[in-house]
């Protein structure tokens, strides 16, 4: 005979550990995927998640539980569901909120990158070791959604400079900068760069919108939130997003 675990789940979907109990120094305040807080019981009626099922003095070596959409108790969905849910609306509906589109590809991007590590056999596989590899499969996630992406579009010139932009969305009038974390651009370097590059942008005459999407692996940015909260802004000539992934380490 044998007992279940507890599962902890981030409130996108990402399992942090199917054994909250046996093995608590794998559990989480905060994803280190997307950075969304975590939970281990339903929102809804306060039961624990099903995590993995132990055998008396055996050890298992399977594949980790399946995060369940459903609780099993109450019947209510759990937060990742209703997101995914919504996404396949927009999809459906093919107005989407592209906000929210980009919101889910930058949260899984992380996700991508480790699975495409993970080939049969070795084979050889994108190596996301630079911000030009960061750029090209970002690409190929946002043709799933968006059929007019413009890369390398230039910025007027702002202080005797001129500054390319990653990918510009035109029918959206938004404008994507990608970059990636370094030795030599950690927090304070990528603020500075940051806030010149959107001074920069608010010369675009097609961007609305400037979403910053910076890919730190290696953990090089310590306060993550901080500096998205400092740089986000909805003022009304260009709104501004910054999302950093992923978070914690």
Known sequence: MGNYDVMQVCLNGHQITENYLKSPQFRKAFCTTCGQSTIHQCPSCGSDIKGAYHYERVISLGPSAPVPDICE???????????????VKELKENKGD??????????KFHLVVKQLRQRYNDRETLDVGDEYDVQDLLH????IFYDDIRPEEWTPSYAGASSRTDFLLKDENMVIEVKKTRKTLKARQLGE????????YKK????KLLYCFVYDPDGFIVNPKGL??????????MKVR???IPKGH
């Open 73 to 87: 108790y109450c019947g209510e969905d759990f937060p990742w569901r209703e997101k995914k849910n919504r996404l």
């Open 242 to 244: 910054v999302k950093i």
């Open 140 to 143: 190929s996630l946002l043709v």
């Open 204 to 207: 675009h005459p097609d961007c």
């Open 193 to 200: 760069e940051l806030i010149i590059d959107i001074a920069r």
């Open 98 to 107: 592209n906000l929210f589109i980009l919101d889910q590809i930058f949260d």
């Open 228 to 237: 998205e909260n400092d740089l986000n802004s909805d003022d009304q000539e």
